[in-house]
């Protein structure tokens, strides 16, 4: 969802339509765009079809866990393919796993470079086709998705606004209209403008999945430090993945380590911790010996959580086990900022070697918005609606928008960090 679905979100309600008429001519296309791509951008929420299981079955293999029962942290561990585990490709190799030296920041791991199959051949996402081979070199990468804490001390040390905290201007809106569009009235437009973010709003009864604007509001105020809007705040929160942060907060505070976001051809090979072409972060069995290995969705979506994997909505970071590389979270709990501008075509021109991504993005499904990568799905996720968890597959989002199930984690270099 991009800034110019915002006003139009902002159109819907009741208070603001009674003076919005000259305005619908310019909002309905774009509404229509954002109920509809929403689905497939922003969220990343697809039908699943024959997605290895339902919400059900999930229940049914994790009812003993409630929330008191959450899976605590976990050193890495030696991962398993599980029953469905393909024949070692002799392609695939991971170099030496001894660090070149101490980690360059509190919290970060060792990702030794190798080379690895990259996508998924599931027909459901022709994004992430086809597998390929590409070789990263090693770098460190945070052990967990960037908290609250962690972001409030670089927005202390810097006084830095995410764009959640902005005004967004009036060329920022007009910017994003469809080509050919006539831009409204300037007078119209700004006092309509104040800052905010997208919230989730589940519905109180069973809705159609097939229009997202069901259960994605606009809330005014809403930013990564009142994650819910005005009268809401961090209490209890500062280990949860920051949120609400657009790809630009996230490279300024990645600036402002000394690191830097990943790569997307990065972020997969640091997910799948060694393993060749697993569905899984850790493996290819959804739920070995029975636990719950990701934060995700269970439950009748998106009306009610019933979280049998011990949490609903976001939870702390490093409550499920690390991959073999000895990072968590890298499936669920929030979607991550990856550096890479998106093209679902990539993979089918991606060099071998450290691809950077491509130069520009498009996406035939959201024309004329920019979008970066994202990565590794986030709470809201299940198996009967979105299963973009799987560490084959891919994600995208408007660059100028934060949202409250997407945040990020850096990395850097093999060399000091400045
Ligand atoms: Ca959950
Ligand atoms: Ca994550």
Not at 1 to 23: D, E, H, I, L, V
Not at 195 to 218: E, K, T, Y
Request: hydrophobic share 35%; with cysteine.
């Amino acid at each position: 969802m991009s800034k110019a679905s915002k006003t139009k979100s902002k159109a819907k309600a009741p208070a603001q339509a009674a003076g919005t008429g000259p305005w619908w001519w310019l909002l309905a296309p774009v509404v229509a765009v954002a109920a509809v791509l929403t689905l497939y951008s922003g969220s990343f929420f697809v039908r699943s079809g024959g997605a290895g299981g339902s919400p059900r079955s999930v229940a049914e293999s994790d009812s003993s866990a409630g929330r008191g029962a959450a899976i605590a942290p976990k050193p890495a561990e030696s991962p398993s393919k599980g029953k469905d585990a393909r024949p070692a490709s002799p392609e695939h190799s991971i170099r030496d796993a001894t660090p070149p030296g101490p980690p360059p920041g509190e919290g970060m791991v060792w990702v030794p470079g190798g080379t690895y199959w990259m996508g998924t051949d599931d027909p459901q996402f022709p994004d992430a086709h086809p597998v390929h081979l590409v070789t990263v070199d090693g770098f460190w990468m945070d052990r967990t998705e960037v908290t609250n804490a962690q972001f409030r001390e670089f927005a202390d040390a810097t006084g830095y606004e995410t764009v959640a905290e902005r005004t967004p201007s009036y060329e920022e809106i007009v910017a994003q209209l469809p080509p050919g569009q006539p831009k409204p009235p300037r007078e119209q437009v700004e006092p309509m403008l104040e800052p905010g973010s997208i919230c989730f709003s589940p519905p109180d009864h069973p809705v159609r999945l097939d229009n997202a604007m069901q259960w994605w509001v606009w809330q005014p105020g809403a930013s990564w430090r009142e994650p819910e809007g005005p009268g809401s705040n961090l209490e209890g929160r500062m280990d949860h993945p920051v949120v609400h942060v657009a790809f630009e907060d996230a490279i300024a505070y990645a600036e402002w380590a000394g690191k830097r976001l990943p790569t997307e051809a990065e972020w997969e090979f640091a997910a799948r911790g060694g393993l060749d072409r697993a569905t899984y972060t850790w493996g290819d069995e959804r739920h070995p010996d029975g636990r719950p290995m990701v934060n995700n969705w269970q439950g009748d979506f998106p009306r009610e959580d019933t979280a049998e994997d011990g949490f609903a909505g976001v939870a702390p970071v490093a409550e499920f086990p690390a991959n073999g590389f000895g990072l968590h979270d890298m499936a669920g709990n929030v979607w991550e900022w990856c550096a890479d501008w998106y093209r679902p075509d990539y993979y089918r021109s991606s060099p071998r070697s450290n691809p950077p991504g491509p130069e520009d993005s498009i996406d035939p499904m959201e024309p004329g918005v920019p979008k970066r990568v994202q990565r590794g799905g986030s709470f809201m996720c299940s198996d009967l609606y979105c299963v973009r968890y799987r560490v084959g597959t891919r994600g995208k989002g408007a660059a100028d928008s934060g949202h409250p199930h997407v945040g990020f984690r850096c990395v850097a270099d093999a060399g000091p960090v400045e």
